[in-house]
């Protein structure tokens, strides 16, 4: 089974005589760590260790030389590729030491050696303060790393050479413990120590302490990183993805609405163009049927001709679907445009009936507006529920003011006897229920032409 291999760039930074050469020797062979490495590092370490071995500290590394090492350990279940430089420390507090040694690295040492303590107190404080820059600058650097460990490499002689000096030594740590919580990085605190206890400071021994623990925590803190990232990006994108959805959705009810309302804009105009433009009194027929061709165009042609032309027939969704109107507020003012369409109708069919009975009375020629009267009641606006609840009473209040004008007529005193008769079929109009209606009203209507052909 092959394991993923994860690539965990690390940064140890230590002013000279820090400590990172000797920690790199004891890296290789510290507990719990099973490391493999390549070649040039294996030659490396190899070299370390033969010089701890003999036993010597290793010589101060050459400014200008950068070695490039790689580890390979497996931690978690998981392979991974540690890599970091060793360098001389001098080049701690150059130009360029950010850039080049410790770059994009996702965790970082800062390597503070007890030996610091055989420092003058202004030497202390000046790599103390060096530390502190190097923090405030990774902390506002867009490669901020993941985590910062502070590494005290030497803790052996904390307890042999430098006992009364503890307490001094960790004000120092706290400094740096404080600087680093102030700019918000995830760090921790390691005591390690690469030579166990030593007699004689000049004779090194190789017995690692801890020294796998600052490494481990790394590895741990990127990993856990990683997944936070991989999380957020998961509801970044889940975010994003819901995000186009209801933009998506947004668009496309706002498009829907769109052309609804210009549906119904484009209804209003054709009306308003007919009723601006034409002419009810000279051009009456043109004038209705336009307007009963615009209601006509309004339904489907099943629900038209289901409905008989019934005006006040509710459209239904196959209505509305083909005009666009999924909205609630479209369709009630489609409603109210098609109701006042009708009104229109009415007013100007009222208005032809007022023109005939004139005509008729003029001409004494009532046989044929008679039919044509009919014909317009009974055929072409077959009115259905409208016919009874409003245009039957609303023709029989028309036909009574017609009567009421000849009443009041003094040259017509003979339609007086009339008037009483037409009160009585108006009466049996207007309490006229559905079935007789159609008879009645046509009884009626003929009733009327006879009295004023009479006159
Ligand atoms: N007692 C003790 N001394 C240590 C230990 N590690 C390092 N030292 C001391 O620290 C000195 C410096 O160690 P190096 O590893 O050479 O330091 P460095 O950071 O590589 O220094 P440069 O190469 O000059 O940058 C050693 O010579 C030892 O005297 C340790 O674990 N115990
Ligand atoms: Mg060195």
């Known amino acids: ?11 140890i930074i230590g002013h000279p005589g820090a400590g990172k050469t000797v920690l790199i020797g004891g890296l290789a062979l510290a507990k719990g760590l099973s490391l493999t490495y390549d070649t040039a590092t294996g030659e490396y370490v190899k070299r370390i260790q033969n010089t701890l071995q003999k036993p010597e500290w290793p010589a101060p590394d050459q400014k200008g030389q950068i ?11 998981k392979n991974v590729n540690l890599s970091f430089d060793s360098y001389a420390g001098e080049i701690v507090d150059e130009a360029g030491f950010l850039k080049n040694v410790v770059g994009d690295a996702k965790g970082i040492i800062l390597l503070l ?10 030497e202390q404080e000046s790599r103390i303060k060096s530390f502190l820059s190097i923090i405030k600058t990774l902390a506002k650097s867009p490669n901020k790393p993941v985590a ?45 120590t690469v030579t166990g206890k030593l007699e004689d400071q000049n ?5 690692p302490e801890h020294i796998e623990e600052p490494f481990q925590w790394l590895i741990d803190q990127n990993a856990s990183h990683e997944c936070r990232k991989k999380v957020q990006h998961g509801l970044n994108r889940t975010a994003i993805i819901a995000g186009c959805v209801v933009f998506l959705g947004l668009i496309f009810a706002l498009g829907v609405y769109g052309c609804g309302r210009y549906n ?21 027929a043109k004038y209705r049927n336009d307007l009963f061709n615009i209601r006509a165009e309004q339904c489907t042609s099943s629900h038209f001709n289901k409905t008989k032309h019934s005006r ?11 005009k666009m109107l999924f909205y609630p507020c479209l369709k009630n003012e489609y409603k109210g445009i098609l109701e006042e369409l009708e009104k229109e109708i009415d007013d100007a069919t009222y208005h032809w009936l007022d023109l005939q009975m004139d005509r008729a009375i003029k001409s004494n020629d009532y046989s044929v507006s008679k039919d044509d009267l009919k014909n317009c009641v009974t055929k072409q606006q077959d009115l259905s529920e409208k016919y009874n609840k409003e245009y039957l009473p609303a023709k029989a209040t028309f036909l009574a003011n017609e ?46 032409f006879k009295k004023k052909s009479r006159i």
């Not at 804009?265 to 009456?284: P, T």
């Not at 009483?420 to 009733?447: R, T, V």
């Open 1 to 11: 089974m092959t394991m993923d291999s994860k690539n965990f760039k690390l940064a």
């Open 67 to 77: 070695d490039h090492l790689t580890f390979n350990l497996q931690y978690n279940g």
């Open 113 to 122: 050696n007890t030996g610091i303590l055989d420092l003058s107190d202004i």
């Open 148 to 192: 910062v460990a502070i590494v005290v490499t030497a803790c052996d002689r904390l307890e042999t050479q430098f006992q009364g000096k503890k307490e001094k030594f960790f004000g120092l740590v706290k400094e740096l413990e404080d600087c680093l919580e102030k700019n918000n990085f995830t760090h921790g605190t390691y005591l390690v």
């Open 203 to 207: 004779s090194p021994r190789i017995a």
């Open 264 to 284: 119904l804009y484009s209804l209003e105009s054709e009306i308003g163009k007919i009723k601006r433009n034409g002419d009810l009194v000279n051009d009456w």
């Open 312 to 322: 006040l027939k509710p459209c239904s969704e196959k209505c509305w679907k083909e």
């Open 403 to 448: 009567i009421t004008d000849w009443k009041y007529d003094s040259d017509l005193s003979e339609l007086k006897k009339y008037y009483s008769e037409w009160e009585e079929a108006k009466s049996a109009l207007e309490g006229n229920e559905q079935g007789n209606c159609d008879k009645d009203i046509n009884a009626n209507i003929e009733n009327v």
